[in-house]
């Protein structure tokens, strides 16, 4: 017999095999999850900030119209290259520490202690289930043990 085709006679085997897919396709969907909410959160918060820049300029008195070209319109590199400058020179870049934006930093901190409690979850999870496995077929193979000494 093929030793994959062994492997996958033994039932407990099968067992253990498909709790552990299931524990990593819940593991990929709970991920999937989680993602979908840093991008709500991340677009909550870009948002947010828009509205604040916008309040501002309306309250120097840019004209509305503007403002709202300045956020519809696409942007060319040239325009992306000149805010660049004009932010650059008062520390604002992606060099920029995180704890000094502290809508970053929030966003950083949540979801760094949500995610590895989530491995942390999965993988406590994932290691029961083998460890199950295991004493599951440690038992079997002593009450085997146990009959073949009881028959000889």
Same mark, same amino acid.
């Given at each position: 017999?093929?030793?994959g085709?062994?492997? $996958?006679?033994d039932?407990? $085997?099968?067992?253990q =095999?498909v709790?552990?897919?299931?524990?990593? $396709?819940?593991?990929? %969907?709970a991920?999937? %999850?989680?993602?979908?909410g840093? =991008?709500q /959160?991340?677009?909550?918060?870009?948002? &947010?900030?828009?509205?604040?820049?916008?309040?501002? %300029?309306?309250?120097?008195?840019? &004209?509305?119209?503007?403002? +709202?070209?300045? !956020? +519809?319109?696409?942007?060319?590199?040239?325009?992306?290259?000149?805010?660049?400058s004009?932010?650059n020179?008062?520390? @604002?870049?992606? /060099?920029?520490?995180?704890?000094?934006?502290?809508?970053? &930093?929030?966003?950083?901190?949540? @979801?760094?202690?949500?995610?590895? !409690?989530?491995?942390? $979850?999965?993988?406590? =999870?994932?290691?029961?289930?083998?460890? @199950?496995?295991?004493?599951?077929? /440690?038992?079997?193979? &002593?009450?085997?043990a146990?009959?073949?000494?009881?028959?000889m």
């Open positions: 017999m093929e030793r085709k062994l492997i $996958f006679s039932k407990p $085997f099968r067992r =095999a709790a552990t897919l299931f524990f990593l $396709f819940f593991l990929l %969907l991920g999937q %999850l989680l993602v979908s840093m =991008a /959160e991340f677009k909550k918060s870009m948002i &947010e900030h828009d509205y604040a820049v916008v309040g501002y %300029l309306s309250r120097e008195g840019v &004209e509305d119209g503007r403002i +709202t070209a300045a !956020f +519809t319109q696409d942007k060319t590199n040239a325009d992306i290259q000149k805010g660049a004009l932010l020179t008062s520390g @604002y870049s992606v /060099e920029t520490k995180n704890s000094l934006l502290p809508t970053v &930093e929030r966003f950083h901190r949540k @979801y760094s202690l949500t995610v590895f !409690f989530f491995l942390l $979850f999965f993988s406590f =999870a994932l290691l029961c289930a083998q460890f @199950y496995g295991v004493l599951h077929r /440690e038992k079997q193979l &002593e009450d085997a146990r009959k073949l000494w009881r028959f």
